[in-house]
């Protein structure tokens, strides 16, 4: 559990190591972040000698920062297991155990995701109540963005976990959107009731009976998500990353399209130099780097997973959603739903899972 400190500046630790990279570009993401008006304290862990090389920027000298030597890295094709056994001279597990220890309120990294979340669970432990952390995205909508959570974490959940995940999902909305009553909806391959599995439909009926408060919409279908239907999405991580995989190599190809399209001839491109402040909004609006940096939920602290191949823009997006989550702690309203929903479901009755299902 993670032992709070009141009497701090809110403070970010930061694994400058494992990103693809290199900590240059985290650093560099640093100063980004300071630019855009970060303003809290920084912790950043890492090999003496190549934070030293990245320090070249004007916003870190005049920001609170400090920078805390580790020797040892984990790599990105480091396996779980292995990490556990060898971690503890490694930048990322010095910087989850200063969230542990108190002396931070979030901890962002961009190295092997695995590793972090074994990391994590090890030193922060669970929520109370919450059997699994879950990965969670931002997805474009055209009311601004969904979350949609699990997105790679869980490849088979039961139902009780998708009740979890909808419980997080709504209460990360809450303090990142500042939302009061989020639209929750669980992924399926069709709206009506009838649709769907068995593990599904008894998410289903668990929330809408033991979680009354929530605002629970039922099921959703993919093209649901990019609608704005609603403000949070629940499934599998084996579907969510599936999906989550799917819109990004679309919206490559789409962006791909339209850059063949406007500089295919003379005059395409003269019309797109007249376009250029238009599609650079739309570029703007399109870029992963400014919703990067994953929170995953159900961990008893901050965790933020930014991208391994961040660019300064994105790990300073990252940062700034840590920041801002930092100061709207959601963790205790988590465990506490988490609590009351487990308790009224005890008392919905839902229907077995065939043997060969649950297998």
């Not at 009838?194 to 629970?216: H, Q, V, Y």
């Not at 465990?335 to 649950?358: D, G, I, M, S, W």
Request: hydrophobic share 40%; aromatic share 4%; glycine share 10%.
């Amino acid at each position: 559990m993670a032992t709070e400190n009141k009497d701090r500046p809110l403070t970010i630790a930061v694994d400058a190591m494992g990103g693809d990279k290199g900590p240059s570009e985290v650093l560099a993401g640093c100063a980004e972040a300071i630019r855009r008006g970060l303003t809290a304290e920084l912790a950043v862990f890492g090999r003496e000698d190549e934070l030293e090389a990245g320090k070249n920027h004007s916003e870190l000298a005049g920001h609170p920062i400090s920078y805390i030597h580790a020797e040892d890295v984990i790599k990105m094709d480091d396996k779980p297991s292995r990490v556990l056994r060898r971690s503890k001279g490694t930048s990322m597990w010095q910087a989850i155990g200063h969230v542990k220890e108190g002396h931070a309120d979030g901890i962002v990294s961009c190295g092997n995701t695995g590793a972090l979340m074994a990391i994590s669970r090890m030193q922060l432990k669970m929520i109370p109540g919450v059997d699994r952390p879950a990965a969670s995205a931002l997805w474009p909508s055209m009311n601004g963005h969904a979350v949609v959570l699990d997105v790679g974490a869980n490849v088979e959940v039961t139902a009780e976990q998708l009740v979890q995940f909808a419980i997080m999902g709504e209460a990360y909305c809450r303090a990142l959107m500042e939302t009061d009553r989020p639209r929750v909806g669980l992924l399926n391959v069709g709206e009506e009731d009838l649709k769907g599995s068995t593990l599904i439909k008894n998410a289903a009926k668990i929330l809408r009976e033991a979680d009354p408060e929530m605002n629970f919409t039922g099921f959703v279908e993919g093209d649901d998500i990019s609608r704005g239907e609603v403000d949070v999405v629940v499934t599998d991580g084996f579907t969510g990353n599936v999906a989550l995989k799917t819109a990004e190599g679309t919206a490559r190809m789409i962006g791909d399209w339209v850059k063949e399209a406007l500089t295919a001839n003379l005059l395409s491109k003269a019309g797109a130099a007249l376009m250029m402040p238009s599609l650079k909004r739309l570029k703007a609006r399109m870029d992963p780097a400014s919703v990067n940096g994953a929170p995953l939920l159900g961990l008893n602290g901050l965790v933020v997973k930014s991208h391994g191949g961040s660019t300064a823009e994105g790990f300073a997006s990252a940062l700034m959603k840590t920041e801002k989550l930092a100061k709207k702690p959601f963790i205790e309203p988590i465990a506490k739903t988490v609590a009351k929903v487990t308790k009224r479901a005890e008392n919905v009755e839902v229907e077995e899972l065939t043997q060969a299902a649950a297998e």
